[in-house]
């Protein structure tokens, strides 16, 4: 019997560890990738001739990665990281909720929920698996799909569709 007790009392602590590893696992994306992604994209908007900002926020939402062309505009540093802040917080891409806004007016508040939202084309939420663990956002080209195509080429960097 008391066998049986120590068993049962192993087993509960083996389920109780597992629980707790489950709460400290990481799921989100290194900083060495983030540089990656934040780099890509301002190359390629370098390419095309664009000086812009390039922002990486982490799941929490906080600034990972800022990366800003010597002659992007001073306000491109901010509206980068407000548009990967964005993506990543309604995971969705900047320009769809852009969209969304245009098509459906009774929805304008989602720009007044954060002083940190931005809804302009150029951000992108930041997925592994269906889990959004960070945003990416580009501000500065000529035009929000610029902005999204650079963006598009940082996360391709990284392996990310």
């Known amino acids: 019997m008391r066998i049986h007790r120590c068993f049962l009392l192993l087993a509960l602590i083996g389920v109780a560890d597992a629980e707790a ?13 983030a540089l990656k992604a934040a780099q890509a994209a301002l190359r390629s908007c370098r390419q095309q001739g664009y000086a812009v900002s390039v922002a990486v926020v982490d799941a929490g939402g906080n600034l990972q990665v800022l990366l800003r062309d010597e002659d992007a505009g001073p306000h491109t540093v901010h509206s980068s990281r407000r548009k990967a802040y964005t993506a990543l917080s309604l995971r969705k ?12 007016p ?12 931005l809804i302009l084309g150029g951000g992108l939420p930041i997925k592994a698996g269906n889990r959004v663990v960070g945003g990416i956002g580009v501000g500065g080209a000529p035009g929000a799909m610029l902005d999204v195509a650079c963006a598009r080429a940082g996360l391709r960097a990284i392996g990310y569709p």
């Open 21 to 33: 590893a489950k709460l400290v696992e990481h799921a989100g994306l290194p900083t060495v990738e």
């Open 93 to 104: 891409p900047t320009h769809e909720l852009a969209q969304l806004l245009a098509r459906k």
């Open 106 to 117: 009774q929805v304008q508040g989602l720009r007044d929920m954060s002083e940190d939202i």
